[in-house]
Each structure stands twice: as C-alpha cells, then as structure tokens.
C-alpha cells in the first residue's frame, strides 16, 4: 500500500489554562503537527489567543478549519463556562467540506442535523490515477469528527450525560450511514465513573484494536507526565482521549501517542513552589494512520 495513499490524523487537548507556558507550549504543538504532517487535525480546549498562536506557523494556510465556534455548523463542543472560552477546531489539508453542504456526491435525500457537542466535516482524498477504483468516484471520503464531553467535577461527575453524548454520536454515524467515520477527541471518558465505552456493530476503539486491550493508551497520566505532579493524585492514569472507528473502505494501519516529552529548558511552579517540567499539554496527544482497502 503506497503511503500517500493512507489519511493520518492527530487528536490533541492543547489544554485552556494560557497560565502555565501558554505561547512555548502550543508552539511545541505546533512542531509536532510540522514533524508529523497530519491530514486532518481535532483539537479541543482551544481559546482565541491559543489560535492565534497556531495562526503563527507555516502549516496553518494549508488547512481548511472548522470551529465548534460557527453555529451555521450547528455544533458547539462542551466549554466550562456560559461563555464559551474555550472551543474545538477540526483542520482538514485535504479537501473538505461541511457534512451538510456536500458536492463531489449526490446529497442524501434529508440533511442529518449535527448533534449538539460535535463538530464534523467530510474529507477527501483523490484516487492516484492507477487506483483500480477511479472509475467509481475522484476520491475516497471520510467523515471526521471530534467533541470533548463535559468532563467531572467535584460536585457533578458528568457520567449521565457523558454516556448519553457518546451514545447519541455513534447513532447519529449509524443511523446516516456516513461509510467510513473517523471520530476523534477528548471524550473525558472514566471507566471508573462511567463502565466501559460502548460500541454497536461496526465499530472499534483504534487503540485497543492496534494496540490490545490490555491497558495502556493513557492519555492523561500523571506518572508519566510530570508537569502534573502534585495537581492530581499520582496513580491517576485515564484514557480520555480516544479514535472510534466505523471503516468499510479504510482498515485501521497504526496508531501512536505525541507530546510525552518535556519542553527543552521551559519549567513552571506549581501552587507550592515546586519547580516542575513543561510538557506540551495535561494530555498527551494520539496520532493515527488509516488504509485504504481494496474491495476484490
């Protein structure tokens, strides 16, 4: 399989507080969307001044952007305040569009409203002239997507809601027949809080396919990543950020975790005066790589 044939993906939470090394942090994000040349790009907790930061580098005229920001997208990704401080972006290099508003195919026959909290957009990659599919279409197509639940909080732990959201979003994938989905982001997922992420027929978490379901995969996890030490508990260790897949034409190729490393020479201190390493952000971020497959 040729790799420029594959569609990579990137889901980060840049993380909202701009308190702790705002600007050396997002430019560290910044290098690793460089290094890694992602398609299509989900973030979330993203504020004005984080963006205008991203605006900054080289690689940001190369992607066409969605924002849970845009109410004509009918969507608005969680934000812990009224006023909406903090947003979810979705970039896309390769031609994209809104799922509503869709040329290279025939619409379907009643436009599927987009559910509250997520942001999505249909993305294409051309068919090299050699592919023994050409005749069909110009281009594969993928649905992406991404949200980031309402995570918990001392006084409400969100777990109702959370499951609903989850639940309400794969419908919405499987009752518009989108094909192949990709839906990516920080889903404040707790197995300890909310029992396991449930997935209908079709579907599969990338992580636990690629890499076993064994563990591991945690995206937010205070014993490895040191800039939280002292802020939570230091066994703490979750995977709320995730890619759910529903793939008919695409397989599953690799799946990996960016941003582990602390910032070179960039420190903070915490509430109590400890001097602690600056990593990217309170997440790491997940980069996967999908196929196309060939229907024989």
């Known amino acids: 399989m040729s790799s420029n044939e594959k569609i990579k993906f990137m889901t980060y939470n840049v993380w909202s507080n701009e308190h702790v090394a705002v ?36 690689w940001w005229t190369q992607y066409k952007k969605f924002s849970s920001k845009d109410k004509n997208l009918g969507s608005s990704c969680w934000s ?25 195919w025939s619409p379907p026959p009643r436009a599927a409203a987009t559910p509250p909290g997520l942001l999505s957009a249909m993305v294409y990659k051309p068919f090299p002239p050699e592919h023994p599919h050409v005749e069909f279409g110009p281009a594969h197509r993928v649905c992406a997507a991404t949200c980031r639940l309402v995570p918990p909080t001392p006084t409400d732990v969100g777990a109702a809601e959370r499951r609903a959201s989850a639940a309400l979003f794969l419908e919405h994938f499987d009752v518009h027949g989108h094909g ?5 982001g920080d889903f404040s997922w707790d197995e300890d809080l909310d029992g396991p992420l449930r997935l209908g027929p079709g579907w599969v978490d990338a992580w636990e396919e690629l890499r076993g379901g064994g563990g591991g995969g945690w995206t937010y996890d205070v014993a490895a990543n040191p800039m939280l030490k002292g802020w939570r508990k230091p066994e703490m260790r979750k995977r709320p950020d995730r890619f759910l897949c529903m793939l008919r034409d695409f397989k599953l190729d690799r799946v990996e975790m960016v941003g582990v490393e602390p910032i070179p020479g960039v420190t903070h201190c915490d509430d109590t005066g400890n001097v602690l390493p600056v990593l990217p952000s309170h997440h790491f971020g997940l980069l996967l790589t999908i196929a196309p497959q060939i229907h024989k």
């Open 180 to 184: 192949d989905v990709v839906l990516g």
């Open 23 to 58: 600007y050396r942090r997002i430019q560290a994000i910044s290098d690793l969307i460089s290094r890694h040349e992602p398609h299509v790009i989900f973030l979330q907790e993203v504020t004005e001044y984080i963006c205008s930061i991203f605006e900054e580098d080289h």
């Open 80 to 104: 812990s305040t009224t006023q909406e401080s903090h947003f979810c972006l979705l970039l896309s290099k390769l031609n994209a569009g809104a799922y509503e508003c869709q040329s290279l």
